[in-house]
């Protein structure tokens, strides 16, 4: 049964091309979008990571115990003064 199908994908070789073509750019594109969306993904863990760490963080001790839940209310106020 194989070798019917091969026979029949070698003589006609216009039946041959579409699917082959259209499975070539079904996988391009699938490979182009995952990277896209697994580097924009890392880029975005990163730059978080930069924000988070690379940055001297001035805080009080209240908002520095509940830093994960970003509570306005501890925010530090008036800081143009200070700086």
């Known amino acids: 049964?194989?070798?019917?199908?091969?026979?029949?994908?070698?003589?006609?070789k216009s039946r041959s091309r579409l699917p082959?073509?259209?499975?070539?750019?079904?996988?391009?594109?699938?490979?182009?979008?995952h990277t896209?969306?697994?580097g924009l993904m890392v880029d975005?863990?990163?730059?978080?990571?930069?924000?988070?760490?690379?940055?001297?963080k001035i805080m009080t001790k209240a908002y520095a115990d509940n830093a994960d839940q970003?509570?306005?209310?501890?925010?530090i106020l008036q800081a143009g003064e200070l700086m």
């Open 1 to 12: 049964m194989i070798r019917f199908l091969l026979k029949g994908l070698i003589r006609d």
């Open 20 to 33: 082959v073509m259209v499975v070539a750019i079904g996988v391009m594109l699938s490979v182009f979008l």
């Open 36 to 38: 896209y969306v697994t």
């Open 44 to 56: 975005m863990v990163e730059m978080t990571a930069r924000v988070s760490t690379g940055h001297v």
């Open 70 to 75: 970003i509570p306005n209310d501890l925010a």
